[in-house]
């Protein structure tokens, strides 16, 4: 199987210094409706990722994650505040897919580098080898109603790395996935990264996952979200989602998310 | 590395084979033979049935019944039927009648994919001839003809001038609804990925509207057909041998026989267009998955 030549080390020389920020979110807010109806979903929320940075935005329902990757990706624009990417090319993945279902997982990735105006050639080339990278180069051909939620999932990834982003926004891809495709899917979501130092910011609810893929993993509040807690997770060399030092960080984690939850509950 | 690489792969690879199953063994001819044995039967039992009640009808009512003449049973209408399709008359007034069916919905496709098109992009316009379009597919396209005949006299033009007028609202209609209906995630996806404006349309909007801008192109096509036919009966057009010449002049030869051999033609053919759609319907929802596997095989 071909392979990009780019080494699949963790902790490999990033295209940037490791100092460069990607992402300088600053007192971002963003309020949906208007008057009495007004609801404040992220509140002034400050957040720096560095490039080839994996961070994990945790919280419990309503802390405004998914508006928040929408700014970053530009799909909304905040109240009040900056987001800055520094003009690099953003990507999104959600938890659904979101595959065109009238297009083959080839020309689902063809898309994505047809709207840039790559050149047919090159589109097809590229769409193979991202194809191959996520191992479905066998399924190129299938619709994406003939995939299991796993492939799905993969395919929608390729069409993600097919952006050339450098950086990678993902709303709880995995979420709608069985444990064991997810852990298999973690494992590559780590290669394709350190491949291509990604800078990912990666939303979840899932505590484990967090702790598993990020570099750090952020801790946001709910209604409105803010960030309440950092966990800096050292780079010791490759997880599982059942490593010792996976399942301590996680259970900090859970500790430090319940007490944000019976906050609410008062 | 604590894992290799190459175990992962395998892990994913088997993985995939998992989920998607064995492919299915089936024997191919023999499944098609019944396939097609399934999908024929009910039909030539329903035919059946028909001809036995007529014929039933007939023996009972009017056997030996010399008075009332105009009566035939189903032997004699379709003989007389066998008997037209051996005369070239029946097969120029299929033929005329075809050419000017393609011909008004080829312009209704054009008309109403346009203005559909239009209508779904632009606001205003939908504010303002949105639900005229709606009204207009309710009304009764017989109630045109006075106003065409007045307008384009006893010709082609009128007829045509009625089938776009029925036909294009349902096309128009179709686009618009499928256009309405594309999910808000897939033009999430699309926006991210950069398309915009034509591009957008293009590429995610109209392939994501086809299922039901397919289905208004098929009502389409049975509205063009009605006011096709009702325009061959009223509006007669010297030196024109349509389908609707042929039944209008059996209607004068009180010629009940030929008259439903002209109908069954007129169905027959309505039938076999309507196949055509639903094949393409068809191929379009396996295509997307949209069908359910039982159903499908």
Redesign the interface.
């Known amino acids: 199987?071909q392979r990009r030549a780019a080494p699949?080390?963790p902790g490999a020389p990033p295209r940037r210094a490791p100092h460069d920020t990607a992402i300088k979110l600053t007192e971002v807010s963003k309020v949906y409706g208007k008057g009495a109806a007004a609801v404040l979903a992220v509140d002034r929320l400050s957040l720096t990722v560095a490039a080839g940075e994996f961070v994990c935005l945790i919280g419990a329902s309503g802390c405004g994650k998914s508006t928040l990757l929408s700014m970053v990706?530009g799909?909304d624009t905040p109240t009040s505040g900056q987001v800055d990417t520094g003009g690099q090319r953003?990507?999104?993945m959600?938890q659904?897919p979101?595959?065109?279902?009238?297009?083959t997982a080839r020309k689902n990735v063809e898309?994505?580098m047809?709207?840039?105006n790559v050149p047919k050639a090159e589109r097809a080339r590229r769409a193979g080898e991202l194809l191959d990278t996520v191992?479905?180069a066998e399924?190129a051909d299938k619709?994406?109603?003939?995939?299991?939620g796993?492939?799905r999932q993969r395919v929608a990834l390729a069409?993600a790395l097919a952006?050339e982003a450098d950086v990678l926004l993902m709303d709880e891809p995995f979420g709608a996935l069985d444990a064991?495709?997810r852990d298999?899917l973690h494992?590559?979501l780590d290669?394709i990264c350190a491949e291509r130092s990604l800078t990912v910011l990666f939303v979840t609810h899932n505590v484990r996952e967090a702790a598993r893929l990020g570099d750090r993993v952020v801790l946001l509040s709910s209604r409105p979200g803010r960030v309440i807690d950092e966990y800096q997770v050292p780079r010791t060399?490759?997880r599982?989602i059942d490593s010792v030092q996976v399942a301590e960080l996680a259970s900090k984690v859970t500790d430090r998310l319940r007490e944000e939850m019976r906050r609410h509950g008062v | 590395?604590?894992?290799s690489?190459s175990a992962?792969?395998a892990?994913?690879?088997g993985?995939?084979s998992l989920?998607?199953g064995q492919p299915q063994v089936t024997n191919g001819s023999a499944r098609t033979a019944r396939k097609a044995w399934t999908a024929t039967w009910p039909k030539l039992l329903a035919i059946a049935i028909v001809l036995a009640a007529w014929q039933l009808f007939y023996a009972i009512n009017f056997h030996g019944d010399t008075a009332s003449g105009l009566v035939k049973g189903p032997a004699t209408t379709l003989g007389n039927l066998a008997s037209q399709l051996g005369h070239a008359q029946l097969w120029h007034a299929i033929e005329d009648t075809g050419r000017t069916a393609l011909a008004g919905y080829l312009l209704a496709l054009v008309i109403g994919t346009a203005i559909g098109a239009a209508v779904s992009r632009i606001p205003p316009l939908r504010a303002a001839v949105g639900s005229i379009i709606s009204g207009l597919q309710t009304m009764p396209s017989i109630a045109w003809f006075p106003f065409a005949i007045i307008l384009f006299g006893t010709s082609v033009s009128a007829i045509l001038f009625v089938m776009v007028l029925g036909a294009a609202p349902s096309i128009a209609n179709g686009l618009i609804t499928g256009v309405d209906y594309t999910p808000p995630?897939?033009l999430?996806?699309g926006?991210?990925?950069?398309?915009?404006g034509i591009?957008m349309y293009w590429?995610?909007i109209l392939?994501?509207s086809?299922p039901a801008y397919l289905a208004g192109l098929k009502q389409g096509w049975a509205f063009a057909w009605r006011s096709l036919l009702a325009g061959e009966l009223l509006v007669l057009i010297v030196g024109h041998v349509s389908l609707g010449v042929l039944l209008s002049t059996a209607q004068d030869n009180q010629d009940l026989s030929g008259a439903i051999s002209v109908m069954i033609v007129i169905l027959v053919f309505g039938i076999v267009v309507d196949m055509i759609f639903s094949k393409i319907d068809l191929a379009v929802r396996r295509?997307?998955?949209?069908l359910d596997p039982a159903a499908a095989t």
Do not use: C, K, N
């Open positions: 199987m699949a080390i990706a799909l953003v990507a999104i959600f659904e979101a595959l065109f279902p009238w297009l898309l994505a047809r709207a840039r191992h479905l399924f619709r994406p109603h003939e995939l299991s796993g492939m069409r952006h064991m495709t298999l494992d590559e290669r060399g490759p599982r | 590395m604590a894992f690489t992962q792969d892990a994913i690879t993985l995939d989920e998607l995630l897939l999430r996806a926006r991210t990925m950069g398309l915009r591009a590429y995610l392939p994501a086809l295509r997307r998955g949209l």
